[in-house]
């Protein structure tokens, strides 16, 4: 794992524990406390509770990454925290209404980083991935291997390295 996928996995699993932690233990408190949250009201408890596991869960897919750096799970972390991020950025941009400009700018580059090391640990794990196999094959799942990192078993049954 290269020093720039490892940072990626690390401030991306740090920032998603952080956050799905205190929505789903302190619901109320993040929406009073975490900056530019009540700029959308109203409130709902269940809603953040829910956002909260899922940035637990997504967590739990970098932690995972991070634990055993296969491509196959740095691009499956990268894709999570991606299919997030993209869409929590473009909602953010469409409802800076109410915001400071200092907010706006925090805000939008906050959720722009976010997005960018998600897309990021996507292409990284994928082309470790293409150079591990040493083939220029997509990412993916090809059949007979496990993963596209050329881990899995052979006809035989037995492990490949």
Same mark, same amino acid.
């Given at each position: 794992?290269?020093?720039?996928?490892?940072?990626?996995? +690390?401030?991306?699993?740090? =920032?998603?524990? =952080? =956050?799905?932690?205190?929505?789903?233990? #302190?619901? *109320?408190? #993040?929406?009073? *406390?975490?900056?530019?949250?009540?700029?959308?009201?109203?409130?709902?408890?269940?809603?953040?509770? *829910?956002?909260?596991?899922?940035?637990?869960?997504?967590?739990?897919?970098?932690?995972?990454?991070?634990?055993?750096?296969?491509?196959?799970? +740095?691009?499956?972390?990268?894709?999570?925290?991606?299919? #997030?991020?993209?869409?929590?950025? +473009?909602?953010?941009?469409?409802?800076?209404?109410?915001?400071? $400009?200092?907010?706006?700018? +925090?805000?939008?580059?906050?959720?722009? &980083?976010?997005?960018?090391?998600?897309?990021?640990?996507?292409?990284?794990? &994928?082309?470790?991935?293409?150079?591990?196999?040493? $083939?220029?094959?997509?990412?993916?799942? =090809?059949?007979?291997?496990?993963?596209? $990192?050329?881990?899995? &078993?052979?006809?035989?049954?037995?492990?490949? $390295?």
């Amino acid at each position: 794992m290269t020093l720039v996928t490892w940072l990626a996995l +690390v401030v991306l699993a740090f =920032v998603e524990l =952080v =956050v799905g932690l205190w929505n789903q233990w #302190f619901p *109320d408190s #993040f929406y009073r *406390d975490f900056p530019t949250v009540a700029l959308t009201p109203p409130f709902s408890e269940h809603y953040a509770r *829910d956002f909260g596991g899922a940035t637990i869960g997504i967590a739990v897919v970098l932690v995972a990454a991070l634990v055993s750096p296969r491509p196959v799970l +740095v691009v499956t972390a990268g894709l999570a925290s991606t299919v #997030f991020a993209v869409p929590h950025l +473009v909602f953010h941009l469409e409802h800076l209404d109410g915001a400071s $400009s200092a907010q706006a700018i +925090v805000l939008t580059a906050a959720n722009a &980083t976010a997005a960018a090391l998600g897309i990021l640990l996507v292409a990284l794990g &994928t082309k470790d991935g293409l150079q591990r196999t040493g $083939s220029g094959r997509t990412a993916g799942i =090809v059949p007979g291997q496990g993963s596209f $990192s050329g881990h899995g &078993t052979g006809p035989d049954g037995q492990p490949r $390295s």
